[in-house]
T-cell receptor, first 111, second 117 residues
């Protein structure tokens, strides 16, 4: 089955700096890669996703890149703000299949 | 946007009793729903995939007779934890996939905090 590895497990940055979280996956059949943000005690919220026919996608301060050859994808957050502090999960899935999640990255943005 | 509700949000039950958790897609139809379990500071562990009108598909190591899943309609899936024990205490989250798209997005419910005493 699919295996997703996520790094780092914790990340602390100063407000205004950039944050990068990286994930690798094992199943070449995976073609959908969402990123979720989860605040303490709340549900995961989809923040951005990318499909295998695209190499990069950007939405305001958030961007995701995908390297299918190397089987890795990354989340980039620029101009970080304290409200960006949360746990971020990457996932890999096929369109009709289940998602496999990474172990999560706890991001702390210091004011 | 797509909304998924989950009920109850929090439940405390005694060891040996059963607890039913409901997951509803409020503004879309979902032929597929997923049930996850999440321990503190850990990732989401998929327990089973719930398919409308058919039997659920359980992940390896998940006891299907203990975690009963029913997906009787396109907007409702239920998870029943039977004969609950303290080790079943956890945060249970469902998600639903919009049948009207092929994009694969999942929308999560708010979760249910189960405490077995």
């Amino acid at each position: 089955g699919e295996n997703v590895e996520q790094h780092p497990s914790t990340l602390s940055v100063q407000e205004g700096d950039s944050a990068v979280i990286k994930c690798t996956y094992s199943d070449s059949a995976s073609n959908y890669f969402p990123w979720y943000k989860q605040e303490l005690g709340k549900r995961p919220q989809l923040i951005i996703d990318i499909r295998s026919n695209v190499g990069e996608k950007k939405d305001q301060r958030i961007a995701v890149t995908l390297n299918k050859t190397a089987k890795h994808f990354s989340l980039h957050i620029t101009e970080t703000q304290p409200e960006d502090s949360a746990v971020y999960f990457c996932a890999a899935a096929s369109y009709a299949g289940k998602s496999t999640f990474g172990d999560g990255t706890t991001l702390t943005v210091k004011p | 946007g797509a909304v998924v509700s989950q009920h109850p949000s929090r439940v405390i039950c005694k060891s040996g009793t059963s607890v039913k958790i409901e997951c509803r897609s409020l503004d879309f139809q979902a032929t597929t729903m997923f049930w996850y379990r999440q321990f503190p500071k850990q990732s989401l562990m998929l327990m089973a995939t719930s398919n409308e009108g058919s039997k659920a598909t359980y992940e390896q190591g998940v006891e299907k007779d203990k975690f009963l899943i029913n997906h009787a309609s396109l907007t409702l899936s239920t998870l029943t934890v039977t004969s609950a024990h303290p080790e079943d205490s956890s945060f249970y989250i469902c998600s639903a996939r919009d049948s009207g798209t092929t994009h694969g997005e999942q929308y999560f419910g708010p979760g249910t905090r189960l405490t077995v005493t």
